[in-house]
């Protein structure tokens, strides 16, 4: 019967793949991929400190580059942005970078060129967080 036989083709070249199949580089390459998409997470997320979220003010950046990173969280794409922060009332620009989880929805959003609304603390520009909701 022609479907056994092709069953029987596929046991056989499966059995074989596996056998060729390095289980320590696979689980080597699924380690150093975890940990990327760890330090990326952990570089996208604000921690929420009660002092801190006190003393945010809201602020405009302008996104001078935005570079995609190989790599999707969920549905949301992880990219690298570099701002230069305007704060209310004028004053010396500040040059801001952050990693990012951005959904397909913003996207557009963050063309280079483009302004964002965020929040910071002043003078912390490690606290940059873009407000997606404005």
Do not use: C, K
Not at 5 to 16: F, I, V, Y
Not at 98 to 121: C, F, I, K, N, W
Request: aromatic residues 2%.
């Amino acid at each position: 019967m022609p479907f056994l036989s092709d069953l029987t083709t596929l046991t056989r070249h499966a059995n074989a793949s596996y056998r060729r199949m390095d289980v320590g580089a696979t689980l080597a390459a699924a380690q150093q991929s975890m940990e990327q998409a760890r330090r990326v997470m952990a570089a996208s997320v604000v921690a929420h400190d009660p002092a801190l979220d006190a003393a945010r003010v809201r602020a405009t950046a302008t996104v001078t580059d935005a570079r995609q990173l190989p790599m999707m969280l969920g549905m949301n794409a992880v990219v690298e942005l570099d701002l230069i922060v305007t704060m209310p009332g004028g004053g010396i620009p500040m040059p801001a970078s952050r990693t990012e989880q951005v959904a397909p929805l913003h996207l557009a959003r963050v063309a280079p060129g483009s302004e964002l609304q965020v929040s910071l603390v002043p003078g912390r520009p490690d606290t940059v967080r873009p407000e997606w909701g404005v």
